[in-house]
């Protein structure tokens, strides 16, 4: 009975995790593939002829995804610097600072995640556009720094694991709360930082909308919507567009595989202590 029970556990994973491959893979064939045989039908797994020159005519030909790579790197470096100094502050003063009616203010925090991002979009657009921000990367840098609540839910979660006493023993040496952060807590939180770098990482790296609200210019945009240019008129790249969708997903791959330990084990032990 044990044996068919993991038969069936491992079968099912198998069967989710090829369906979950399979859009990866086709995305990687498209990539070494020409025009042509993007669109045979039946379509074609193996390319033949491989085209390799996919890759540098996609990335360096009709648009210079430097610039594009430059500018995401700027943001999403933003954003990831913001959302773990202004998250863990935040999170902070709800876990160790005894302040009237924290709860009640935690709780409207967390209220604010139940509003659809939608029903913000324009009013954000209307102050943004009277601040004189469209065109710039102010829309997307300057409200990281205001913290997300789900981060913030999460670090708090995480403080509240470490014993008081780490506080309490710091205080007695001389510390102030902000020397507690940085020296006692923080070095503890590497799982807990680690899942705030990697979600913020891969929402911005990936971000589409907000780059295309506020950003017209090739010289000021992101990597995402750049990738959307290969849609042409009357024809589009498919090979080209999917090599540089290849690139553009390696540096996600790489952040997850190299911190997968972190951000497995700051998932799990976010929701021990509530």
């Given amino acids: 009975m044990r044996v068919l029970r993991y038969v069936l556990i491992y079968g099912l994973l198998l069967t989710f995790g090829f369906i979950y491959t399979v859009p990866f893979l086709w995305m990687l064939s498209t990539s070494f593939k020409t025009l042509s045989q993007t669109l045979r039908f039946p379509p074609e797994w193996i390319p033949g002829p491989w085209a390799f020159e996919n890759y540098p005519n996609g990335w360096m030909g009709a648009f210079d995804f430097n610039i594009f790579f430059r500018n995401s790197v700027a943001i999403t470096g933003n954003a990831v610097l913001a959302q773990m100094t202004s998250s863990v502050l935040i999170a902070y003063a709800f876990a160790r600072i005894r302040v009237p009616e924290r709860g009640f203010l935690f709780a409207i925090v967390l209220a604010t995640m139940m509003i659809p991002p939608q029903v913000t979009l324009i009013p954000q657009y209307i102050l943004f556009t009277k601040f004189g921000w469209v065109e710039t990367w102010l829309p997307l840098m300057v409200?990281?720094?205001?913290?997300?609540?789900?981060?913030?839910?999460?670090?708090?979660?995480?403080?509240?694991?470490?014993?008081?006493?780490?506080?309490?023993?710091?205080?007695?040496?001389?510390?102030?709360?902000?020397?507690?952060?940085?020296?006692?807590?923080?070095?503890?939180?590497?799982?807990?930082?680690?899942?705030?770098?990697?979600?913020?990482?891969?929402?911005?790296?990936?971000?589409?909308?907000?780059?295309?609200?506020?950003?017209?210019?090739d010289d000021n945009t992101t990597l995402a919507v750049g990738l959307n240019m290969f849609r042409g008129q009357y024809r589009t790249q498919f090979n080209e567009m999917m090599a540089v969708a290849v690139l553009i997903l390696l540096p996600v791959i790489l952040i997850f595989f190299f911190f997968q330990q972190y951000f497995v084990r700051g998932i799990a032990l976010t929701g021990i202590k509530g």
């Fill in 143 to 217: 409200p990281q720094w205001t913290g997300w609540p789900l981060f913030v839910f999460m670090l708090r979660q995480f403080f509240r694991t470490l014993p008081a006493d780490l506080d309490d023993a710091a205080r007695i040496d001389g510390c102030g709360s902000f020397r507690i952060l940085w020296h006692v807590l923080l070095p503890n939180m590497k799982p807990a930082l680690a899942t705030v770098a990697i979600f913020t990482f891969v929402g911005n790296w990936n971000d589409f909308l907000h780059p295309l609200l506020y950003l017209s210019r």
